[in-house]
């Protein structure tokens, strides 16, 4: 069974500090490891990609993947009020196969 | 802008009366996804179709049907909802699923509602 581990939360962070989402994996031939935000009542929307191991950054945003360790994280910097959403971690275990596993997500509450 | 569009966007059926959700694509993209998802629930996929070719998942009860009579469209079909099917539905599409840089985007979704 493949399967994709988050913690549930809530995480609550305080307004411009750094809220840090964890997500394990137990599939060793994951190759490619996706971030999604989803707002309560909406659908989910892709916020970071990463296929190799180290740090990706685009703009607030830093996905770090541990292939090693089988552990992907997404780091949101200056975290704003509008970050508050639940966030999905999945992962593909191929190329070739073109389905995800999803995590149950972390809810992330930003506090002003 | 290229999307997935899914109408309606909330959709109220009685028990047992059969309710059809569609899902719209202008992303050219070879495959797309039906997922059901509950509250505090990760997205649980139910079929795909990889351009005509339709996979159903194991688990997928026999009262959810799929059609996908083109590259642009496709459908979902619930022959006798029950109040357990109440969820959001969510359209997905990605171009190919061959390369590992193909990435699933999703549309709006539709809400369900079983009176």
């Known amino acids: 069974q493949k399967e994709v581990e988050q913690n549930s939360g809530p995480l609550s962070v305080p307004e411009g500090a750094i809220a840090s989402l964890n997500c394990t994996y137990s599939d060793r031939g994951s190759q490619s490891f996706f971030w999604y935000r989803q707002y309560s009542g909406k659908s989910p929307e892709l916020i970071m990609s990463?296929?190799?191991?180290g740090d990706k950054e685009d703009g607030r945003f830093t996905a770090q993947l541990n292939k090693a360790s089988q552990y992907v994280s997404l780091l949101i910097r200056d975290s704003q009020p509008s970050d508050s959403a639940t966030y999905l971690c999945a992962v593909n275990n191929g190329a070739g196969n073109e389905k995800l596993t999803f995590g149950t997500g972390t809810r992330l509450t930003i506090i002003p | 802008d290229a999307m997935v569009i899914q109408n309606p966007r909330y959709q109220v059926t009685q028990f047992g009366k059969p309710v059809t959700l569609s899902c719209s694509q202008t992303?050219?993209?070879?495959?797309m996804y039906w997922y059901q998802q509950k509250s505090s629930q990760a997205p649980k996929l139910l079929f795909h179709?990889?351009?005509?070719?339709?996979?159903n998942e194991a688990d997928t009860p026999d009262n959810f049907q799929s059609r996908r009579p083109n590259t642009s469209f496709c459908f979902l079909d619930i022959r006798s909802p029950g109040l357990g099917d109440a969820a959001m539905y969510l359209c997905a599409t990605s171009r190919d699923g061959v390369e590992r840089t193909d990435t699933q985007y999703f549309g709006p979704g539709t809400r369900l509602t079983v009176l």
């Open positions: 992303l050219n993209h070879n495959v």
């Open positions: 990463i296929y190799s191991n």
């Open positions: 179709y990889y351009d005509k070719d339709f996979n």
